[in-house]
């Protein structure tokens, strides 16, 4: 496959039509389709169904460009590490975040760092910490800050300064929300909205303890506290979050008893050869921790 060949497949994909997709490429349509069934044949399966006003994906084509957009995303990001060279400090830098409050703390180091050093650019990819690590072993990212518990084995890290507390997410009208503290008891047999991580879910169930089998889950939910907020507010469940500023009127929360402390580190991978612009901001998440 060559890479050409990827960025009109993703195109086409994109547009969901040849005509406005060779017209973005600068090609004739012609020459687009027959890239497009050479690419077919080469792999030996059907990427698109074709209409008569529009190309869809078949599943298989849906898998392709997943990994074709991680092979130009990171050829991309190579070609301009490369030509960065080595004399000024500059390029990219991506790392991968939860929804966590140190956020705050990182971005006080990407701005002391990047008054040294302005031409480097950071981007910042939202995810919960699977989607964050597979990124990191493919090379698409750079670091991940990532909340506990994850697995760090195969990374070096930096410990961040603020721990995360576990909160329970309700409407102002919940019996619960008179109480200060919210215990296992307390939403044994309520329906609840809790992280689709399977270590997360790990994590609350050694917290209810006894009442484990007594646990109704409603709904699981990755990320995004405004969608987790809008769930409560709907009546589909209480939430189990981190603790965040709630700034919706109809929702409060409240700290579970015993509480449920997570810590969050900055990691990247073991053994990797970096850029100058990451190997110097590395460096300096090292001095500042």
């Not at 004399?87 to 991968?96: A, D, K, L, M, N």
């Not at 992280?195 to 484990?212: C, I």
């Not at 100058?276 to 460096?283: E, P, Q, R, S, V």
Request: hydrophobic letters at 40%; aromatic letters at 6%.
């Amino acid at each position: 496959m060559e890479l050409r060949v990827l960025k009109y497949f993703l195109t086409v994909a994109r547009e969901e039509n040849i005509t406005k997709a060779a017209n973005l490429l600068h090609i004739t349509q012609p020459t687009l389709s027959r890239q497009l069934m050479q690419l077919e044949e080469e792999l030996g399966i059907k990427l698109f169904h074709r209409g008569r006003h529009n190309i869809l994906l078949t599943e298989e084509g849906m898998l392709l460009r997943r990994r074709a957009q991680e092979i130009v995303d990171l050829t991309e990001k190579t070609e301009k590490e490369l030509v960065h060279g080595t004399e000024t400090v500059s390029g990219e830098i991506s790392i991968g975040c939860g929804e966590t409050q140190n956020m705050k703390p990182l971005c006080e180091m990407i701005a002391a760092f990047q008054e040294k050093y302005p031409e480097v650019v950071f981007h910042i990819y939202t995810a919960i910490a699977d989607d964050v690590t597979e990124k990191l072993e493919s090379g698409i990212l750079d670091m991940g800050l990532l909340l506990e518990p994850v697995e760090i084995s195969r990374y070096y890290f930096a410990r961040m300064p603020l721990e995360e507390k576990w909160q329970a997410l309700m409407r102002n009208d919940c019996p619960l929300a008179k109480k200060d503290r919210i215990s296992p008891e307390d939403l044994a047999e309520l329906p609840l909205i809790v992280a689709k991580r399977q270590s997360v879910r790990n994590l609350l169930e050694n917290w209810f303890g006894d009442v484990a089998e007594k646990v109704r889950i409603a709904s699981t939910c990755n990320l995004s506290h405004i969608n987790q907020s809008i769930m409560v507010e709907s009546g589909i469940g209480v939430a189990l979050v981190m603790d965040f500023s709630c700034n919706n009127e109809a929702l409060c929360l409240r700290p579970l008893e015993p509480e449920i402390v997570s810590g969050c580190v900055l990691v990247w991978k073991k053994n990797q050869a970096f850029s100058l612009a990451m190997t110097k901001f590395i460096d300096y998440v090292k001095q500042v921790k």
